[in-house]
């Protein structure tokens, strides 16, 4: 059962694992074309931490000890569905997400990843691109949340120079922050 708020936002967890070398992992939706970042519900009974541990190994099949836990967003960051995302007819009614981002650096052998832990994968591959490319990747709606994870998150990423600059192909209005709005 997911953990829905009385304005209607599904609690969520969201996963940044990076290889050490400035690149970030993705995943492919299974039988999609889409990309995005691990993530996934808030059970009533777990821990935030908790549901970032299971689903690090539900989607990508590590477990705690292939990770180092580097830092996570401080507050929840929300997102709206679409309409058309939206299932009127189930209750409660779920309108968008609250996610808490989590930072992890891969200590394990990248061997580990795997998608076939649970009986319906969520994903069934993955590939390790630059910092913020996951905003070109993932859907629409949810790119404002990425680029607000990935800034709050890019100073753990890249403690020594910061994380890149943002790419040109960024809206004007995410540029803001990093001098050049």
């Given at each position: 059962?997911?953990?829905?708020?009385?304005?209607?936002?599904?609690?969520?967890?969201?996963?940044?694992?990076?290889?050490g070398?400035g690149?970030?992992?993705?995943?492919?939706?299974?039988?999609?074309?889409?990309?995005?970042?691990?993530?996934?519900?808030?059970?009533p009974?777990?821990?935030?931490?908790?549901?970032?541990?299971?689903?690090?190994?539900?989607?990508?099949?590590?477990?705690?000890?292939?990770?180092?836990?580097?830092?996570?967003?401080?507050?929840?960051?929300?997102?709206r569905?679409?309409e058309?995302?939206?299932?009127?007819?189930?209750?409660?009614l779920?309108?968008g997400?609250?996610?808490?981002w989590?930072?992890?650096?891969?200590?394990?052998?990248?061997?580990?990843?795997?998608?076939?832990?649970?009986?319906?994968?969520?994903?069934?591959?993955?590939r390790?691109?630059?910092?913020?490319?996951?905003?070109?990747?993932?859907?629409?709606?949810?790119?404002?949340?990425?680029v607000?994870?990935?800034?709050?998150?890019?100073?753990?990423?890249?403690?020594?120079?910061?994380?890149?600059?943002?790419?040109?192909?960024w809206?004007?209005?995410?540029?803001?922050?990093?001098?050049?709005?």
């Amino acid at each position: 059962m997911d953990s829905i708020d009385e304005q209607g936002f599904r609690a969520n967890v969201g996963i940044v694992l990076t290889d050490g070398c400035g690149r970030v992992l993705i995943a492919g939706r299974r039988g999609r074309s889409g990309w995005q970042f691990p993530q996934g519900g808030i059970r009533p009974e777990e821990s935030i931490e908790g549901a970032m541990f299971r689903e690090l190994h539900e989607e990508v099949g590590l477990d705690p000890g292939d990770v180092d836990l580097i830092g996570a967003t401080e507050g929840w960051l929300r997102y709206r569905l679409p309409e058309r995302y939206v299932r009127r007819e189930q209750r409660p009614l779920c309108i968008g997400q609250k996610q808490r981002w989590f930072l992890l650096h891969l200590v394990g052998d990248v061997e580990r990843l795997r998608f076939d832990v649970t009986d319906e994968p969520e994903f069934d591959r993955c590939r390790w691109v630059d910092y913020w490319r996951p905003v070109k990747e993932v859907i629409y709606f949810k790119r404002p949340v990425y680029v607000r994870a990935l800034r709050e998150l890019g100073p753990l990423a890249f403690p020594d120079a910061g994380p890149p600059p943002p790419p040109a192909w960024w809206p004007r209005r995410w540029r803001r922050g990093f001098g050049d709005a």
